[in-house]
């Protein structure tokens, strides 16, 4: 960060300059004070230096724009604040300075002081966001007032500027107090309440600058989502590398399956379906307490940025359950906190399983003219790899053929297939999207986004990007009948382990009742059954009714690709894409904005059910 020593009209008229020139700057000014603008927006936030004023300053430090007035050289100051609002202001018709602070100790109101005749609508949305509050905070009782005063400085506190001055460099000053109510007697914060107050007071505050730059100026901001910071602190990147080191000293999906399933599987078929050996786990290469020590060590607590806040948190917390699983495989509670980490199976995802298995019967299999071996499959893939190439040059992909692999998988966005895999040409396309098009092509461009979190996944992305994988297939006329028959099993199999079923109970459902072949009832069960019980099965078909509705009223389908997240962070992804904290699709799929593609797509919106995607 550039160092301006003093506030001198050579400085000043250096600040401009940058300013002039880059369109942003970030220095440090005279007794601690700081200037950060990232982007030329037509507003400043303000904060004042001063003692025994606990996380005041944290409201201001987050935005994309503020000033933190040092503890001298106040003329200086005042003489900056007029020549910045002088120079933007002429570009975009007016500025704003917004400067907040705390109130009396004792004070319930919050205060907004401005010219309410000049500014009607930037203070009204703020008056109304600020008068939700206490449906917001249980236990909070606070109003809210507009003050249509010429003093919007704290009390005792010399004025930013006159309103003279104001007038004269086109500056609007507006005044926001705060009751400390996040803090105690003592100048101590309540640590979690302060983290929401501070979120919420931000989204109210953007809200009103959208309606001044909407209102009062010539700038062009899309929503009050695109004003945060578009340059994240170094603790956000430092604590993101930190979380993904963490999830990749441990393969947790690895840990959790059997290594003896091919003795547990002859066993029980020689008995009848009767017998079933316990499962053996492999050794944990880490220490759980060491691993959750590293976790709470890192201080999320010190992010001001409600967005990465919430998402780091999130995280934290789905690793830590994560980490308890693995000293709980074999046991009870294993299932209990797989219930809580994939949210168990809700009634409406159970019917749509039912349905499924009602209404599509199992295929047998049938002799085929050509069947693919892993080589062929190989290749196809490498065709898929050359049409993202040809999107970015940098593109890179490993294909590794083992013979110690059992399934087709995608690790760390690099392809791993069985030595003895063979499918026919339907399912090959299918898989090409599913592995390739879906999970290859979300780790890549996860991976050229700022936040590794972004490649390894977000907290709950699994539901998300497999029912993008699921749906990849129906987008390329793959989707067979057995497939989702598989997707519905797994689900009635997850509800038949929460309802107290045994491995032997659960097989025999499937077999009996839904009509499985053995071989198909067993790999659901045994998968269902690992750990103690694993739910990470119902994802699958939750994700492909998550997004099914999703697109079904209307949701966007490319920006799901560009890296591993939730459906439930749809709103958090634009937003950080609008800051330009992230990057839009970099890659996508061949069969993205075909005319296959927009044909199916209007069926979904039309109401076309789980069953209907089956190809014929």
Aim: charged share 30%.
């Amino acid at each position: 960060m550039q160092e301006i020593p003093d506030l001198s009209e050579n400085s000043i008229e250096q600040i401009l300059t940058i300013l002039k020139e880059e369109k942003e700057i970030s220095c440090r000014l005279p007794d601690r004070g700081i200037l950060h603008i990232e982007k030329e927006l037509p507003y400043l936030v303000i904060y004042r230096r001063k003692p025994n004023d606990k996380g005041t300053r944290r409201f201001v430090t987050n935005e994309s724009s503020y000033m933190v007035i040092g503890n001298e050289e106040f003329k200086g100051y005042q003489k900056l604040l007029y020549k910045i609002s002088d120079q933007i202001s002429a570009e975009m018709k007016s500025y704003l300075l917004f400067e907040i602070y705390a109130g009396d100790i004792d004070s319930t109101k919050i205060k907004i002081k401005g010219p309410a005749q000049r500014l009607p609508s930037t203070l009204d949305t703020l008056q109304e966001e600020f008068l939700k509050i206490n449906s917001e905070f249980t236990g909070l009782y606070l109003d809210t007032e507009i003050l249509d005063t010429p003093n919007r400085q704290p009390e005792g506190s010399q004025p930013l500027m006159s309103i003279e001055d104001a007038k004269n460099c086109g500056a609007v000053v507006v005044g926001l107090e705060i009751p400390p109510i996040y803090r105690n007697d003592e100048n101590h914060l309540y640590p979690v309440f302060f983290r929401n107050f501070k979120d919420y007071l931000i989204k109210v505050i953007h809200r009103s600058f959208f309606e001044f730059i909407r209102v009062q100026t010539s700038g062009g901001v899309a929503s009050f989502n695109a004003l945060g910071r578009k340059y994240l602190k170094q603790i956000v990147f430092d604590i993101d590398k930190q979380l993904a080191n963490i999830e990749k000293s441990y393969q947790f999906l690895w840990l959790v399956s059997p290594a003896n399933i091919h003795d547990i599987k002859k066993q029980f078929f020689e008995s009848n379906y009767e017998k079933v050996i316990d499962y053996h786990y492999r050794l944990l290469p880490v220490d759980p307490d060491v691993l959750k020590r590293k976790l709470y060590n890192l201080k999320l607590e010190d992010i001001d940025d409600p967005a990465m806040s919430y998402l780091f948190r999130e995280k934290r917390e789905e690793l830590d359950m994560q980490i308890t699983m693995l000293n709980e495989r074999g046991t009870r509670n294993f299932m209990y906190d797989s219930i809580r980490l994939y949210k168990g199976v809700e009634n409406n995802l159970c019917e749509e399983a039912r349905n499924i298995l009602e209404n599509v019967p199992e295929e047998s299999e049938s002799e085929v003219d050509e069947l693919l071996d892993a080589k062929a499959f190989s290749s196809m893939a490498r065709k898929e790899f050359d049409y993202f190439r040809k999107q970015d040059e940098n593109f890179k992909c490993k294909v590794h053929i083992r013979k110690d692999v059992n399934v087709m998988m995608v690790s760390h966005g690099e392809l791993y297939i069985p030595a003895d895999y063979k499918m026919n040409r339907v399912e090959a396309e299918a898989l090409i999207q599913h592995e390739v098009g879906t999970h290859v092509l979300t780790y890549y461009n996860g991976s050229n986004q700022p936040l590794n979190q972004l490649s390894i996944g977000l907290a709950d992305y699994d539901p998300l990007q497999e029912g993008l994988a699921v749906m990849s297939e129906f987008m390329v006329d793959g989707l067979t009948a057995n497939r989702l028959r598989i997707l519905a099993g797994r689900v009635i199999a997850g509800q038949a382990l929460m309802d107290g079923g045994n491995f032997q109970e659960i097989f025999r459902l499937l077999k009996l009742d839904h009509g499985f072949s053995p071989e198909r009832a067993f790999n659901i069960t045994s998968r269902i059954m690992q750990g103690g019980g694993f739910m990470k099965d119902i994802i699958y078909l939750k994700g492909l009714v998550l997004l099914k509705e999703h697109l079904k009223n209307g949701g966007e389908y490319e920006p799901l690709l560009a890296g591993k997240y939730g459906i439930k962070h749809t709103g958090i992804i634009k937003e950080l894409t609008d800051r330009k904290v992230l990057k839009p699709v970099q890659v996508k799929p061949s069969y993205l904005h075909s005319e296959k593609m927009y044909e199916k797509l209007e069926l979904i919106r039309q109401g076309l059910s789980l069953s209907q995607m089956v190809c014929k």
